[in-house]
């Protein structure tokens, strides 16, 4: 198991803030569809657990982008702040909005054969295709 740490963070504009009591700091990239189309690139992210401590929930709008998971954005900057885990509560939290950034690692990226060919990471990672996350991780 992954070691955890207090995280914190804000979208562009500050009205959303997020701390996490317990986020992996291993950072990575999903290449699926919808997150591609959400942020026209790979989503880059941490995961946050379930202790999460939103302030300006105001200012959060949340989308069901499938049955089991919503992804959060901030109203007033359209930031993307979260992919939310019905079920579990799970936070897999938008690297881009932590303070923590030199502590981020990035080793790992799933929906690989997803992937567009005009992009390319150099570092190495673990790598999982559609079939395999949803073999490692579905109910």
Not at 22 to 46: I, N, T
Not at 78 to 100: C, E, P, R, V
Request: charged fraction near 25%; charge should be negative; proline fraction near 3%.
């Amino acid at each position: 198991m992954a070691e955890q740490h207090p995280v914190s963070g804000s979208c562009l504009c500050s009205k959303v803030t997020i701390q996490a009591k317990a986020a992996d700091l291993h950072v990575g990239a999903c290449h699926c569809g919808m997150c591609r189309k959400w942020g026209s690139g790979p989503f880059l992210a941490v995961d946050g657990g379930t202790e999460v401590a939103i302030e300006g929930e105001e200012y959060v709008s949340r989308y069901a982008s499938s049955e089991w998971a919503e992804r959060a954005f901030c109203k007033a900057c359209g930031s993307h702040l979260f992919y939310l885990l019905k079920d579990s509560g799970q936070h897999i939290i938008s690297a881009g909005l932590l303070d923590q950034q030199e502590k981020m690692v990035m080793d790992h990226q799933i929906f690989i054969d997803k992937k567009p060919e005009y992009y390319d990471f150099s570092n190495k990672t673990e790598n999982l295709t559609e079939a395999e996350v949803f073999a490692k991780y579905a109910p």
